[in-house]
């Protein structure tokens, strides 16, 4: 089945403790990103990725880190978290045939809370 | 930057009634516009979406129209149903980025 995966779905943490989502895609997908979602704010891009070893900040990157060793793979990273960064996190994919003018694919979302 | 503005936040409409959306943005070289259809606990999901070379699209229920003049697009649904309980967010591209609309919350009343 074509998905995005991410773990873990639910996390609590305490400010300062590094923690890692992880976001898998099965579908050979070259475009990757990670948004927020918070109330009345609606969904806001992180960072993205459009091949392995290429990566660019998207409109809120403070304080998150990403990798994309692997085209399946793109993990984000909050090496010291803050309470501001309690939020719903989705990672998404889509083929890179046109830009960003192509489906998006959506993982199930994470719900980080940051003491 | 892009930006995109969204109305209403919320919308509740009796069963069987049309839904309208509307959307606005401000940089013209956009030229994709899609709607997301997301349900509680999961992620958006794509339901229907629009190119600039194109005013109006349709699939089944839904329609989405744009105005590149006027930088504004619309979502349209016909004779509603409770399974379209769900929020709403429009989008438009823009170097290499989507950027979204705050989402609308859509009720359907039984």
């Known amino acids: 089945e074509a998905q995005v995966t991410q773990n873990p779905r639910y996390l609590i943490t305490v400010t300062g403790k590094k923690l890692t989502v992880t976001c898998s895609q099965n579908m050979n997908h070259e475009y990757m990103s990670w948004y927020r979602q918070d109330p009345g704010l609606g969904l806001r891009q992180i960072y993205y990725s459009m091949n392995v070893e290429v990566t660019d900040k998207g409109d809120v990157p403070e304080g998150y880190k990403v990798s994309r060793k692997e085209k399946r793979n793109f993990p984000l990273i909050l090496e010291s978290p803050s309470p501001n960064q309690t939020s719903l996190y989705f990672c998404?994919?889509?083929?890179?045939?046109?830009?960003?003018?192509?489906?998006?694919?959506f993982g199930p979302g994470t719900r980080l809370l940051v003491l | 930057g892009e930006n995109v503005e969204q109305h209403p936040s919320t919308l509740s409409v009796q069963e069987g009634d049309s839904a309208v959306i509307k959307c606005t943005y401000s940089?013209?070289?956009?030229?994709?516009f899609p709607w997301y259809k997301q349900e509680l606990g999961k992620g958006p999901q794509l339901i229907i979406d629009?190119?600039?070379n194109v005013g109006e699209k349709k699939d089944q229920r839904i329609a989405v129209t744009l105005n590149k003049t006027a930088k504004h697009f619309s979502l349209h649904i016909t004779e509603t149903q409770p399974e379209d309980s769900a929020v709403y967010f429009c989008?438009?591209?823009?170097?290499?980025?989507?950027?979204w609309g705050a989402g609308t919350k859509l009720i359907i009343k039984p």
């Open positions: 629009i190119r600039s």
């Open positions: 989008a438009a591209d823009s170097n290499y980025q989507l950027i």
């Open positions: 998404a994919s889509s083929p890179y045939l046109t830009g960003t003018q192509e489906t998006q694919y």
């Open positions: 940089d013209s070289a956009s030229n994709y």
